[in-house]
């Protein structure tokens, strides 16, 4: 299975990004999925997952209301919609994906991931 993510760029406070997640090689709907984050000098950190038909998403407090997770299991493709960014969001996000019909939350539980896309968000 391979990841490609992208649609990271430099954005300024408040503005909004959507990050997608093309997975190849394997059945995508078969595949959990989870966003993660790793800011400069800190460890990688859950952002969001979605179970693989969509029907449950968990997320981590700190994006709550701002961002949401969803898939369209025909194009393949996973997203990240992030609305009112805010600096502290500046960080490189990976997706990732796991044979999995439950909602992994931490990393070590996937075993697929992309290259990562950088965010960085101005004051």
């Known amino acids: 299975v391979q990841l490609q993510a992208s649609g990271g760029g430099l954005v300024q406070a408040g503005e909004s990004l959507r990050l997608s997640c093309v997975v190849s090689?394997?059945?995508?709907?078969?595949?959990?999925m989870g966003w993660f984050r790793q800011a400069p000098g800190k460890e990688r950190e859950f952002v969001a997952a979605?179970?693989?038909?969509?029907?449950?998403?968990y997320y981590v407090d700190s994006v709550k209301g701002r961002f949401t997770i969803s898939r369209d299991n025909v194009k393949n493709t996973g997203y990240l919609q992030m609305n009112s960014l805010k600096p502290e969001d500046t960080a490189v996000y990976y997706c990732?994906?796991?044979?999995?019909?439950?909602?992994?939350?931490?990393?070590?539980?996937?075993?697929?991931w992309g290259r990562g896309t950088l965010v960085t968000v101005s004051s």
């Open positions: 990732a994906a796991v044979r999995d019909y439950g909602l992994p939350r931490k990393g070590s539980s996937y075993d697929y």
């Open positions: 090689g394997r059945t995508f709907s078969s595949y959990a």
């Open positions: 979605i179970t693989w038909n969509g029907g449950s998403e």
